[in-house]
């Protein structure tokens, strides 16, 4: 039986530490992205959102919408999560409902193709 060499070890390591070492130099500058006379980020979007005055969400929102998001904002977390629990219960009432119906029309024959 051979017995171990503990050099032969270290210099196997050695060998698989120099096969993953890399020598590629990684340029953090994006010139592409971020030309010099745009200050970042903020300066990038800031050139290219459109000019309004309202945020873009809220140019098909209704009065009644926007109190209604605000009043969400508002809540604690635990009346938030009744609401989305309130909310929940009534999509599944509303399956079961409309599972109800199809059923019906099936069984007068509503959706026969003639």
Known sequence: M????????????????DSLMSFEKLDR???DLWPEQ???VNGYIAQNLPASDQAPWTSAQTVD?????HQLGNM???NLIA??????????KLGLEEAKEMT???YLNIFSNK
């Open 2 to 17: 051979a017995a171990n060499n503990p050099n032969d070890d270290q210099t196997e390591l050695m060998c698989e530490e």
């Open 29 to 31: 500058a994006s010139p």
């Open 38 to 40: 745009i200050p970042g």
């Open 65 to 69: 919408d926007i109190n209604q998001l």
């Open 76 to 78: 604690t977390v635990t």
């Open 83 to 92: 609401e989305v629990k309130k909310l929940h219960d009534e999509a599944y």
């Open 104 to 106: 019906r029309g099936k």
